[in-house]
C-alpha cells in the first residue's frame, strides 16, 4: 500500500535518474564542470547524491543496494551510479510505507536518527544536490532538465496543463 | 506523526531559518548572487516564500490573502520572515491531517491556464520548491565567502532532539 510520502519518494528517485541520464548524454568533459559554491565537480555531486542515498536506505533496511557502498575514492561509470539509483530508489518506495517514523536508527559510532529524520534527509539531500548539479550545468552555459515534480506529474501522465 | 508530516515541519523549518539568515543580511549582501542561480539573495527568498503561498492556497482552494508575499509587490524581508512564519504554522496543521494524498486539485495560474495534480504531486513540488531555492541560496553564500546556515533534516533533527 502506498503510503503518505509515496510521490515525494517516487519524484525523488525519477528527480535523480533523469539528471543521471541527462548528465550520461553530455560529452564526458563536462562532467568535470563546477561552479562556486557548489559541492564540487558535477562528477563528485552524482557520485555524492548517490551514494548518500544509498546510505540512508542502508539505514533503514541494513542492505546495500547496488552490491557494495559508492565511496569518493572510487570513480564508477554513470551506468553503475543509475543501476545502484533505480534500486534505492524503488527500495525507499516500499520502505516508507511499513517505517516506523519514529523508530530510533543506529547511525554508528554511538549515533542515531529516528527513521522518520532520515527519510526527510533523503528528499532534501536528493533536493539539494540535484540544484547543485543544476547550478553547475546553468553556470556553465547547458540548459538543464526540468527536475520539479510538475515536470515528474506531467512525464508520468498523473498531472496534466501546461508547465510553467 | 506520519513521514510525510515530518518532511513537511522540516521544510518549514529551513525556510524559516534560511528566511531569518537572510534577512539579517546587509542591504549590500542580499543584492548577491552567482552564476546557474535564479537571482539575488533578496529575489530567490521572495520567490521562495511568494510560492510557499500558491502552494497553500491551492491546498486550501482559496485565493491567496491581500498580504501574500508576491514577487511583484513585495520588497521588505522582515514582512517575508514573518509571512513565512504564519505558513509554517498553517503547513504544521496540514501536516497533521488528514491528507488525502489522491485528491486532484486544480491549479489556475495568472495566465487562466490551469493544471490538475492529485495533491500528492502538489506536496512533492513544494518540498522540491523549496529545498531547490534554498540550495541556491547556499551556492550564493558559498560562492561569496558567507557561511551559509545549516538546514539539512539532520541540523533539524539535532535541535528536535529526534537524533544524537
Known amino acids: ?164 | 506523526m506520519s513521514d510525510l508530516a515530518i518532511a513537511i515541519d522540516y521544510d518549514s523549518w529551513a525556510t524559516d531559518k534560511v528566511a531569518q539568515f537572510c534577512a539579517a543580511l546587509p542591504a549590500s549582501q542580499r543584492t548577491l548572487t552567482t552564476p546557474g542561480t535564479m537571482g539575488t539573495v533578496q529575489a530567490t527568498l521572495i520567490h521562495l516564500v511568494a510560492a510557499r503561498e500558491r502552494y497553500a492556497s491551492a491546498l486550501r482552494g482559496q485565493p491567496a490573502p491581500d498580504d501574500a508575499i508576491r514577487e511583484t509587490t513585495t520588497t521588505d524581508l522582515a514582512q517575508v520572515v514573518a509571512r513565512s512564519k504564519k505558513l509554517s504554522e498553517w503547513f504544521a496543521e496540514f501536516g497533521k491531517g488528514p491528507i488525502d494524498v489522491e485528491r486532484i486539485i486544480t491549479r489556475r495560474a495568472a495566465d487562466g491556464s490551469t493544471q490538475q495534480m492529485p495533491t500528492g504531486i502538489l506536496i512533492a513540488q513544494f518540498l522540491h520548491h523549496g529545498n531547490e531555492h534554498r540550495a541556491q541560496l547556499g551556492s550564493i553564500f558559498g560562492a561569496n565567502g558567507i557561511e551559509p546556515p545549516h538546514y539539512s533534516a539532520f541540523n533539524w533533527g539535532n535541535e528536535l532532539g529526534k537524533i544524537s
Do not use: K
Not at chain 1, 72 to 86: G, P, Q, Y
Not at chain 1, 103 to 116: I, P
Not at chain 1, 145 to 161: M, V
Open chain 1, 1 to 164: 500500500m502506498a503510503g503518505p510520502l509515496d510521490q515525494v519518494l517516487r519524484h525523488n528517485s525519477w528527480a535523480t535518474l533523469s539528471l543521471l541520464e541527462f548528465c550520461r548524454s553530455l560529452d564526458p568533459e563536462a562532467l568535470e564542470l563546477s561552479a562556486t559554491g557548489t559541492y564540487g565537480t558535477l562528477y563528485g555531486t552524482l557520485q555524492h547524491l548517490v551514494g548518500g542515498e544509498q546510505w540512508y536506505i542502508s539505514l533503514l533496511t541494513g542492505e546495500w543496494l547496488g552490491g557494495r557502498p559508492v565511496r569518493r575514492d572510487e570513480r564508477r561509470s554513470l551506468d553503475d551510479l543509475i543501476a545502484v539509483a533505480t534500486a534505492v530508489g524503488q527500495r525507499s518506495v516500499t520502505v516508507a510505507p511499513v517505517e516506523d517514523a519514529q523508530r530510533r536508527v543506529d547511525l554508528g559510532g554511538g549515533e542515531w536518527a529516528t527513521a522518520g529524520i532520515i527519510l526527510a534527509q533523503l528528499v532534501h539531500h536528493g533536493n539539494e544536490h540535484r540544484t547543485q548539479a543544476t547550478t553547475i550545468l546553468g553556470a556553465n552555459g547547458i540548459d538543464p532538465p526540468s527536475l520539479g515534480a510538475w515536470a515528474y506529474g506531467i512525464a508520468t501522465g498523473i498531472a496534466q496543463g501546461e508547465m510553467r
